[in-house]
């Protein structure tokens, strides 16, 4: 690992090379973005799609988790000087990942237990982050609320998959969106992440990341006897 000091303040952050600031405002411009685009497209909706009024409620508390998220990692943009536009959903072309149409109640349970998981894996690699406020959001709330996420997804699909025609909807959900998720890691020999691992703002490269997500999402839905589809990294 990278033997970077930790940057412990905002002001401690300024005083860096302008290319660790750059860095770390990449990443938290992302993971700014990456929330809100989430809360907007699957969290907010799936509300609607909610079966009954405890899955409702729990809902309402991802969507609620992940609306504030994004303004935990928005603060921090702001205090670092990421320009507002740089934010804004509406200018900042998104993942492919955000463009599943989300339609069915199976799909959102999907994208939490598999979507969440990927999300878990980016939080941890900030979890010993140079720059000690990251670092924080990524600590305090953000990483225990994310496990959350992917087990509320994992507890709603092991209790479909119970039936075996809903069992059918969770697969073809699977299907169509596992494809997606490796994407959320970025290409393999990323120039901005051997800057990333640099600065020791994280710790590992996209294809380690990648190949971890891949074996663990796999371990998941065996787990609830569904099949793997073949990813673009796994092929
Ligand atoms: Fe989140
Ligand atoms: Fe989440």
Redesign the pocket.
Known sequence: MSAYPDVKTVDAFKQQPQEYQDAVKKIVRSHAV??LY??QVFDEPAIALAPTPYAKWLTCRVAM??YH??LRFKTLADEIGVQAEDLDTRHKRPLSLFAFPLRTWEEFCVIKMLG?LA?ILQ?EDLLHCSFVPLRNIARTT?MP??KF?AQFGKDFCAELVQAPARKVAVQDAVNRFYPYAPEFFGAAGSRNNELYRTYRIKQRKNEEMRADYVSRAQAVLQSLGLESPVTAAAA
């Open positions: 990456n929330e989430g809360a988790e992940e998220h994004h969440d999300e939080v953000t609320e994310e996420h």
